[in-house]
């Protein structure tokens, strides 16, 4: 029987976990635990395809450019996301390979530099909102616009940050690629923060861009284009509420299309977190019976996949 095709977007709790210094160090820590999970679910017989946050690796990586710019030329955003893309699926490749190499067996496993294609025309290109990076004092701030073309904004009373777009993913541009690896039986790990984000010049010649990509958007896409049967969007809640946080909060097992859609415009689930978890389920599932989404947690995910948690979004 042809195993069944299941994208899992792994979210930041499962890169690094609060409240401990973000070293690389503890990054390959918290990847050890994450890996468990992803093994468990190939050596349940399903074939597997990784997809990555890089939030706050790509912040870090920008920090670190901007504060060695003295001693060596900083770093193109495009770069830095392409350098926490690679180090990032290094620790989850090394991780999944070990957890097998501990239960003894020998899978092989890839990580693939994916860039996705973006429209210049966006809307998110005009109206930059995804922060990234260190705080600045406004003079700070002014300068880098001038200087270095940055969109800066006011964050919160916090200080000055630096954003950038957060553009539609349109096109995988390695996808031909990447199905020859999951062909081949390879567990890929592809799209990390959501893909390098690129834009196609009129001659088709494709150039980066400062932005980032949400990861749970590109894996959608990627799960589309994949022609998966499962997208699991694994974060750090096992379920989908609604009034959450709030006393008549309700975890959800099952959402229907009509249900997420109500729930959406009543504002249940916050931008930049939930909303786009299950705005990528919707998108995912609308239209095509027999496709499901799953939002859970890391530890939940095998139980959800045997229909005993998590929150199931389908189209009937
Ligand atoms: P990621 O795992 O991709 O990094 P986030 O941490 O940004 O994702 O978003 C997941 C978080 O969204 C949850 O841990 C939870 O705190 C929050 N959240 C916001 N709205 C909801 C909701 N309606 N139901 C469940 N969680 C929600
Ligand atoms: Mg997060």
């Known amino acids: 029987m042809k195993k069944e095709k299941i994208v899992i977007a792994l979210g930041g709790n499962a890169l690094e976990k609060e409240g401990i210094p973000a070293t690389a160090e503890s990054q390959l820590e918290t990847i050890r635990e994450t890996v468990r999970y992803v093994v468990d679910i190939i050596e349940d017989g399903y074939q597997v395809i ?21 001693l060596t030329p900083s770093l193109p955003f495009d770069v830095c996301g392409a350098m926490s893309q690679g180090y990032i699926g290094y620790h989850i490749q090394q991780g999944i390979k070990n957890e097998f190499k501990r239960r003894g067996k020998d899978n092989g496993v890839i990580s693939v530099v994916t860039q996705v294609v973006v429209d210049q025309n966006d809307p998110g290109f005009k109206n930059p909102t995804k922060p990234i990076g260190p705080f600045y004092s406004e003079e700070e701030a002014r300068k880098l616009e001038i ?59 494709l150039e980066g861009v400062a932005a980032v990509i ?28 609604i009034n959450f946080n709030k006393p008549n909060e309700k975890w959800l097992s ?63």
């Open 147 to 205: 200087e270095k073309g940055y969109n800066v904004v006011e964050d919160a009373g916090r200080g000055y940050r630096r954003v950038v777009a957060s553009p539609k993913p349109l096109q995988i541009v390695e996808l031909e690629g990447i199905k020859t690896l999951i062909d081949t039986g390879l567990t890929v790990i592809t799209v990390g923060g959501g893909g390098i984000p690129v834009i196609k010049r009129d001659d088709g010649t």
């Open 50 to 70: 990784v997809a990555h946050g890089n939030g706050p690796q790509v912040g870090r990586i920008v920090l670190q450019n901007e504060g060695a710019a003295h």
């Open 254 to 316: 099952e959402l229907t299309i009509a249900e997420a859609e109500k729930y959406i415009t009543e504002g249940h689930f916050a931008p930049g977190s939930m909303l786009p978890k299950v705005m990528a389920a919707v998108d995912f599932v609308k239209g095509r019976p027999g496709k499901k989404a799953i939002i859970t947690s890391l530890e939940g995910a095998l139980r959800a996949l045997q229909g005993e948690t998590g929150t199931v979004i389908i189209d009937r």
């Open 214 to 241: 949400d990861k749970d958007l590109a894996s959608e896409k990627l799960a589309k284009d994949l022609d998966a049967d499962v997208l699991f969007i694994l974060t750090a809640v096992e379920q989908v509420a």
